[in-house]
């Protein structure tokens, strides 16, 4: 079963606890039309939906990202995708994350870090 784009972002945006107070604020939208449009009261331009979508902080956008994409796969093929991400961190060489950078340059972050 396909999950709504609206079901799906407004699953992650919960499961992330992001108040619709801080939503409306780094989305620019008024909380009254993200809640009209949480509730199914009220439809958004798509410009509208990209901008609170472009808006969210990385770890509640890959949770909605999440949704979208398990709900449309079959067991068989999430299957293949978690195995090909458990191989990808294990060789470091996830792009966008400090597991792309080289050996050294992971261990330098890790050492800034602590």
């Known amino acids: 079963m396909k999950r709504k784009l609206r079901?799906?972002?407004?699953?992650?945006?919960?499961?992330?606890?992001?108040?619709?107070?801080?939503?409306?604020?780094?989305?620019?939208?008024?909380?009254?039309?993200?809640?009209?449009?949480?509730?199914?009261?009220?439809?958004?331009?798509l410009g509208n939906f990209e901008q609170v979508?472009?808006?969210?902080?990385?770890?509640?956008y890959h949770r909605f990202c999440w949704q979208l994409t398990l709900t449309q796969m079959d067991q068989e093929e999430l299957c293949e995708l978690i195995a090909m991400a458990a191989s990808q961190l294990k060789s470091k060489q996830v792009p966008g994350t400090k597991y792309s950078?080289?050996?050294?340059e992971y261990e330098h972050q890790a050492a800034t870090v602590s």
């Open 7 to 45: 079901e799906a972002f407004f699953l992650a945006v919960k499961e992330s606890k992001l108040s619709g107070k801080k939503l409306a604020e780094l989305s620019g939208l008024s909380e009254s039309q993200l809640s009209e449009f949480r509730n199914g009261k009220r439809e958004i331009t």
């Open 53 to 60: 979508v472009n808006s969210l902080p990385p770890d509640v």
């Open 101 to 104: 950078a080289s050996e050294k």
